[in-house]
Every structure is written in C-alpha cells, then in structure tokens.
T-cell receptor, first 127, second 113 residues
C-alpha cells in the first residue's frame, strides 16, 4: 500500500525558512519522481517543482527559483522541500505528490501527473 | 505560462444525472509528435488531498469508476460524470503537463441539487 506521510503543521515568521518532510512507503522510492504542489487557503493548486529521487536532480518552477530546495534521503525513503525567505503569501497547504508512472530508465523525464498525494502540511506565515 | 480556465465555477446536479465540467487552456496541450493531449483531471474532497482521475485527457486512472470520463483535444476539454453519486461531491481541477510550470485550473465545485 503506497503511502506518503508528511510532517506536521508549522507556524513561521516572515523571513524564516521551513523544511517539510514526506516519508514514503509501499513502493520503490527511487523509481518515481516526487513533486511538490501548494494550495493557498481557499485557492487552487500551484506546482513548485520536482526531484528525481534516484539522481537527486531537480526542476523548480521559475517562481520559486532561489527560494526552494528539494532534496531526498534514499536510506529512509523520504523527500524534503525547504522554502526560505518566507512571506505571508506563502501561507498554504504544501503537498508532496508522486509522479504516477515508474521511471524506466531511472534517468528519464517524469510524466508530470500526480498520484498519490501526501496528506498535506499547513504552513502559516505570520508575524 | 499556460493559463487554465474552467467553467462553470460551480454546479449542482441531481443524483443520477450528468455533470459536465469544462476546461480550457491558453495554448494547445496537444503534442503533435505523439498525438497526445497533456491534460489531467483531479478530484478534491473537503479536507483531503487531490486524487487523480484521468490523464492523457481521456485515460482513466486504475480504480476510478467508469462514470468518470474525459474528452477533448487541443485547448478544450471536458470531464463528464455520467450519473452523479453522493460521493462525487468535490472540487474538480484540470492540469496541463505539456510545459512547465505545470498549471491547474481554478477548480469547479460539484454539489447535489
């Protein structure tokens, strides 16, 4: 049974950084890209980027370039997303979401549709 | 960036009736070399993460009931729920994955009339 379990809610001050974890189980962690998507309160969905857990390669949406870092620890099948220089408009639920299709070869590009998703982390950025 | 729009913003349909959600992209998401439309549909219930329903515009994800179907090509797409069930009350999003950043529509809320 595939599971993506994210760390808990966070409250942060503007200018701070936050690092979210996404612990996976039930599948081969290095075989599927991991994406991060956020959803501001009452708003739609916004793709932030992906990481290839096999190679560590990343691709970030231009909007987040320079502020986001996606990493992974293959020994514990966990992906991480760190967002720095937080602003109030970063308040959102942050989801990890697995690429739906196994990558073969492991260096091929992701399919870029997402299933399953983690349960989400709420970041509240407030002074 | 490719801008995705959806219509209507919300709709209410009687149980057992058809629900139709429309999605439009600002540029074609049809990739000519493989004749595939790079479009997916998701369902999000309150307090839950989104769930994938359809990819390649019309391919149902494993386990998704066959009352859900997707159609369209190029810039205009439709998600149809052929016979609405109570458990289908949710917000539905389309997403293009033709070119990054991969963008979503604003969502369509589907309720029971």
């Amino acid at each position: 049974h595939v599971q993506l379990v994210q760390s808990g809610a966070e409250v942060k001050k503007p200018g701070a950084s936050v690092k979210v974890s996404c612990k996976t189980s039930g599948y081969t962690f290095t075989g599927f890209y991991m994406h991060w998507v956020r959803q501001a309160p009452g708003q739609g969905l916004e793709w932030m980027g992906w990481i290839n857990p096999y190679s560590g390669g990343t691709n970030y949406a231009q909007k987040f370039q320079g502020r986001v870092a996606m990493t992974r620890d293959t020994s514990i099948s966990t992906a991480y997303m760190e967002l720095s220089r937080l602003r109030s408009d970063d308040t959102a639920v942050y989801y990890c979401a697995r690429d739906d299709i196994y990558q073969e070869p492991l260096t091929s590009l992701p399919k870029n549709w997402f299933d399953p998703w983690g349960q989400g982390n709420l970041f509240n950025v407030s002074s | 960036d490719i801008v995705m729009t959806q219509s209507p913003d919300s709709l209410a349909v009687s149980l057992g009736e058809r629900a139709t959600v429309n999605c439009k992209s600002s540029q074609s998401v049809l990739y000519s070399s493989n004749n595939k439309n790079y479009l997916a549909w998701y369902q999000q219930k309150p307090g839950q993460p989104p769930k994938l329903l359809i990819y390649w515009a019309s391919t149902r994800e494993l386990g998704v009931p066959d009352r859900f179907s997707g159609s369209g090509s190029g810039t205009d797409f439709t998600l149809t729920i052929s016979s609405l069930q109570a458990e289908d009350v949710a917000v539905y999003y389309c997403q293009q994955y033709n070119s990054p950043p991969f963008t979503f529509g604003p969502g369509t809320r589907v309720d029971i009339k």
